[in-house]
């Protein structure tokens, strides 16, 4: 496919002047033609770094060892630009830092285009942006922040150390931290006051003669802002520009799907198949169920019902966790007759269901358990329902006193309150696994319930033969492209299929 602008044989200068630094603010859209595959693959990668970036970001202190640790391995794992200097050389096997500052310029404008569709997708597209932005300005040498600044025509003036010596006195009294050795070790930018109001706010900056002498280790904030500015008004252009897009039936099936995407283990697989015994599911829940399945499955056993949204989110989940149909069809049935339904009405109006949930009916799909950001996305419950994300969906009063409920403590259940509040659902959803299973850090980023399961059985010592398998799984799933979604016209399919589950379940 092309991107839009000019042809290609024009491209190999500019592209290499677009590239000779590490970090860009995306001015300009890439110009050369790449195929659907290498789209969908850089899209993924940088899904899976901007997730990462949120996930360190709440568990660590921005900024704080731990915090760049953290996110260099990410970046070095998923080949993003790292190095200062561009080339060609690679290491034996590896990727060039052309290839990976292509691959970074690139999957921004592709992620532009599926996080710009509403304003909750905005807004976590530009927050994540920006942490990254920050974490790489930070990375950068003086002489290459200086690079960056004028590449881009932010021309911040350094202050000569002639002028910091005159003004040494007012430099350390007007700026946060500074000693008269700092002042003399470290940059400072003669920036126009009106770039830099948030710091003159707060009383950061030296003021003089409309100039604000900003210290170098807060000219990340004149920069932020800047970027901020420019990636809102890109994407508000882009979401204008969007119907032109999504009439391309090769990349709209791409886009929907990458805005609410799952970049994890492929559930579907039933390597489990056979190993949980329906005695077992009472306690699994209290003791193994994410908050949303405990939800559901407490609601089944009192009201021997659950709607269909319920149904279809927990009977995949009891699916992904290894029931047979054998075993599913007896499950329901026998909480289903406790109710106001009889065994003659559930095998004419519910087994064909279950059993089309297993691929046993209909397109005979293996369907795929609901992923954390599926659960939080779509089909929002309305009354009568206990399907969703009890993070995202319940009351935060009502919250509370499930938390309660179920032992956690008071501050642990003000840490989960708090993650909500700031809408970071999965991990108030990890923070409560760590709470319930007295860990201090679980150790992954949790993106879907069957993940919960399975690291919850294997820390409670009931998951090693499920352990061996999920991670011979994993690596069968090693390329990001299968990993999220087998193809776009599977894809396509996979929705159609889905919508045609959903229409079995309709029936209340």
């Known amino acids: 496919m092309q991107f839009p602008g000019r042809r290609k044989k024009v491209i190999g200068s500019s592209q290499n002047d677009l590239y000779d630094h590490c970090l860009q603010f995306y001015g300009q859209?890439?110009?050369?033609?790449?195929s659907l595959t290498e789209f969908e693959t850089f899209a993924v990668e940088r899904?899976?770094?901007?997730?990462?970036?949120?996930?360190?970001?709440?568990?660590?202190?921005?900024?704080?060892?731990?915090?760049?640790?953290?996110?260099?391995?990410?970046?070095?794992?998923?080949?993003?630009?790292?190095?200062?200097?561009?080339?060609?050389?690679?290491?034996?096997g590896g990727t060039s830092e052309y290839e990976k500052r292509r691959k970074d310029h690139i999957s921004?404008?592709?992620?532009?285009?599926?996080?710009?569709?509403?304003?909750?997708?905005?807004?976590?597209?530009?927050?994540?942006?920006?942490?990254?932005?920050?974490?790489?300005?930070?990375?950068?040498?003086?002489?290459?922040?200086?690079?960056?600044?004028?590449?881009?025509?932010?021309?911040?003036?350094?202050?000569?150390?002639?002028?910091?010596?005159?003004?040494?006195?007012?430099?350390?009294t007007s700026s946060y931290g500074l000693s008269g050795i700092t002042v003399e070790e470290y940059d400072f930018y003669k920036v126009p006051f009106q770039d830099a109001l948030?710091?003159?706010?707060?009383?950061?900056?030296?003021?003089?003669?409309?100039?604000?002498?900003?210290?170098?280790?807060?000219?990340?904030?004149?920069?932020?802002?800047?970027?901020?500015?420019?990636?809102?008004?890109?994407?508000?252009?882009?979401?204008?520009?969007?119907?032109?897009?999504?009439?391309?039936?090769?990349?709209?099936?791409?886009?929907?799907?990458?805005?609410?995407?799952?970049?994890?283990?492929?559930?579907?697989?039933?390597?489990?198949?056979?190993?949980?015994?329906?005695?077992?599911?009472?306690?699994?829940?209290?003791?193994?169920?994410?908050?949303?399945?405990?939800?559901?499955?407490?609601?089944?056993?009192?009201?021997h019902h659950l709607r269909h949204g319920g149904r279809m989110q927990y009977?995949?989940?009891?699916?992904?966790?290894?029931?047979?149909?054998?075993?599913?069809?007896?499950?329901?049935?026998?909480?289903?007759?406790?109710?106001?339904?009889?065994?003659?009405?559930?095998?004419?109006?519910?087994?064909y269901s279950v059993r089309h949930m297993f691929?046993?009916?209909?397109?005979?799909t293996d369907y795929t358990p609901y992923s954390c950001m599926k659960v939080i996305l779509s089909n929002p419950p309305s009354q009568g329902d206990y399907h969703g994300c009890p993070f995202r969906h319940s009351d935060p009063e009502l919250l509370k006193q499930k938390l309660q409920n179920y032992k956690v403590s008071p501050s642990g259940i003000n840490q989960i309150l708090e993650l909500v509040k700031g809408m970071h659902y999965q991990l108030a959803c990890q923070k409560y696994f760590e709470l319930t299973h007295n860990v201090e850090d679980a150790g992954f980023s949790l993106n879907h319930p069957n993940q919960y399961f399975t690291e919850s059985q294997k820390l409670l010592g009931g998951g090693l033969e499920i352990k061996k398998e999920v991670d011979m799984s994993q690596r069968s799933q090693e390329n990001p492209a299968n990993m999220t979604r087998p193809s776009q016209a599977n894809s396509k399919q996979a929705h159609e299929e889905m919508g045609d589950l959903d229409s079995f379940f309709q029936d209340e």
């Open 359 to 364: 691929g046993k009916e209909g397109k005979r």
């Open 108 to 172: 921004h404008f592709i992620l532009r285009l599926a996080y710009c569709q509403t304003e909750d997708l905005r807004r976590w597209f530009i927050q994540q942006e920006m942490d990254l932005f920050r974490y790489r300005f930070g990375e950068l040498t003086s002489k290459h922040k200086t690079d960056f600044l004028h590449k881009n025509n932010l021309k911040y003036e350094t202050v000569s150390a002639e002028e910091k010596k005159s003004l040494k006195d007012k430099l350390i």
């Open 198 to 303: 948030d710091l003159v706010r707060t009383r950061k900056v030296y003021l003089l003669a409309g100039n604000a002498y900003i210290p170098h280790h807060e000219i990340v904030t004149i920069v932020l802002n800047d970027f901020r500015t420019r990636l809102s008004k890109a994407l508000a252009m882009t979401a204008r520009s969007l119907p032109a897009v999504q009439s391309d039936e090769r990349l709209q099936p791409l886009l929907s799907h990458l805005s609410h995407a799952y970049v994890g283990q492929d559930y579907s697989i039933q390597k489990n198949m056979g190993k949980i015994s329906l005695e077992q599911i009472d306690a699994l829940s209290g003791k193994s169920f994410p908050l949303c399945m405990r939800h559901l499955h407490k609601a089944l056993r009192e009201n």
């Open 315 to 351: 009977g995949l989940f009891l699916k992904g966790i290894g029931l047979t149909l054998d075993q599913a069809l007896q499950f329901w049935r026998s909480e289903f007759v406790k109710g106001k339904v009889d065994a003659d009405k559930f095998d004419k109006a519910y087994a």
């Open 29 to 34: 859209p890439p110009l050369e033609n790449i």
């Open 47 to 92: 899904l899976k770094l901007l997730k990462s970036v949120e996930n360190i970001g709440v568990s660590y202190v921005k900024n704080s060892e731990q915090y760049v640790k953290k996110l260099d391995a990410e970046f070095s794992s998923l080949n993003f630009p790292l190095r200062t200097e561009l080339g060609d050389r690679r290491v034996q």
